[in-house]
């Protein structure tokens, strides 16, 4: 009798505990789809079908499979429930993109009298499509972009969906998977990353931020709070110590909990404690790029729309930037560490911006040295493949295991994104190549 009643108490025990823990899974799974599928929808402009099929019923958790997604075109909102329960809704705000709506409307203006992101790019700022020149082999450049969209493994999806080459400044090759183009915008996930440390060093040329700024954020003001010797030169390089849980294939751990499940993503990665003192640990964390979105606004001062249209003042607008977008999080912060969105043509001009130094038809956007800042290597990163929020080499699971490939220019750096989303900057080579996908795993995207 004892054993079977310890059985029993076991058993009881493993239910409440995987209760708890799908409880706490749930939540997460249903933001990650409600958000998806916003953005899918209504900044995309892609039919609702294929991004439930693609988007999130084929994510790589298999629990995704019991979360039900809904759009209400003319509210332009998304509903998400995981077996009838975790209620999430996203809304789509004109300028705004898409938000999760975590505890209540979600915070921003929604007049930003801006362009508005559906609209085509006027002529004088489209891209111009020309042949490869002769110094190029053109059937080569052809069997390259080609095999980007191969799949070479049904298990292993690359579902490449943009491919763009630029070569000093125009288009010398393109290809899109059926139903994108070179005007749909797409998440750029991590690549965001890059675009907010080039919105760091706008301010850093206005003199309202420097590298060497600490004390940062008023609950690391506190006696003896060790977190305020973090420097901004330290977020950006992430090694500012704090504790964070990158891990993709937990669906608990702090980035996934931080951009599906918590209304303000800076103040859930503001709180995380030190596990290293500041400048000597490198460790990859989105929560760092969370921190710099606060970081951001508490530099530009002003109003909420003021800073909601910042990204667009100081870069998209002058780069004719007409798809980009920087979602919001509920709380009005930019969310930095994932969600912007752009076209293929939109990031290729970014990628140009970095080619060319800051400067964009001949004023400069950025301070002269931002982008050698930007590219050069962090000595604590283990592979010394990050520089400042870019990548100087590609990372870890993209780089190739199969076959040792071709070396790489020195000056090449990298915009790198979960699934698989690409800008890499070659300068010796003006040349820029755009890749977008939905590769799952990551690793099958080389």
């Not at 390259?144 to 579902?159: K, Q």
């Not at 990372?395 to 690409?422: C, I, K, R, T, Y």
């Amino acid at each position: 009798m004892p054993i079977r009643w310890g059985v029993a108490v076991a058993a009881v025990a493993a239910l409440a505990y995987g209760g708890y823990t799908l409880s706490q899974i749930a939540p997460v799974g249903t933001g990650f789809a409600a958000k998806i599928l916003c953005t899918g929808v209504f900044v995309s402009g892609r039919p609702a079908d294929a991004v439930i099929d693609e988007d999130i019923m084929a994510g790589v958790h298999p629990l995704l499979k019991l979360v039900h997604a809904s759009v209400d075109v003319e509210q332009r909102r998304t509903r998400a429930t995981f077996l009838g329960l975790a209620a999430r809704e996203a809304w789509f705000r004109p300028g705004l993109g898409c938000t999760l709506a975590l505890g209540g409307p979600p915070s921003g203006a929604l007049d930003l009298n801006t362009h508005n992101i559906n609209l085509p790019l006027a002529p004088a700022a489209a891209l111009v499509a020309t042949a490869p020149p002769a110094s190029v082999d053109a059937r080569k450049l052809q069997a390259a972009v080609d095999s980007a969209f191969d799949e070479p493994d049904p298990y292993r999806p690359r579902c490449t969906r943009a491919l763009v080459v630029l070569y000093r400044g125009n288009v010398i090759a393109q290809r899109f998977a059926p139903g994108f183009s070179a005007e749909t915008p797409l998440i750029g996930w991590s690549m965001t990353k890059s675009v907010t440390a080039a919105l760091i060093g706008v301010l850093v040329q206005q003199g309202k931020l420097s590298l060497d700024a600490s004390a940062l954020l008023p609950e690391w003001r506190g006696d003896h709070d060790l977190r305020a010797q973090i420097t901004l030169d330290e977020l950006l390089r992430m090694t500012s110590g704090l504790q964070f849980n990158e891990d993709y294939d937990d669906p608990l751990s702090d980035v996934a909990v931080m951009i599906f499940a918590r209304p303000d993503q800076a103040a859930f990665a503001a709180l995380k404690p030190l596990e290293a003192t500041p400048g000597m640990r490198w460790q990859y964390s989105s929560g760092t790029s969370a921190i710099l979105a606060r970081v951001i606004r508490q530099a530009l001062g002003g109003t909420e729309q003021g800073y909601l249209q910042f990204p667009r003042r100081a870069l998209f607008d002058p780069l004719g930037m007409r798809t980009a977008v920087f979602e919001p999080d509920t709380a009005g912060m930019l969310a930095s560490a994932s969600f912007m969105c752009a076209s293929a043509y939109d990031w290729a001009r970014f990628g140009q911006l970095l080619l060319q130094d800051g400067v964009w038809d001949g004023k400069r956007l950025l301070p002269a040295d931002w982008i050698h800042y930007m590219g050069s290597v962090t000595p604590q990163s283990p592979r010394h493949d990050f520089g400042a929020h870019l990548w100087v080499k590609v990372p870890e699971p993209f780089d190739s295991h199969a076959s040792l490939p071709p070396a790489m220019p020195a000056d090449a750096f990298h915009l790198v994104g979960h699934e698989g989303q690409f800008v890499s900057v070659i300068p010796s080579h003006e040349l820029v190549v755009v890749r977008l996908g939905l590769s799952r795993p990551d690793s099958a995207w080389e």
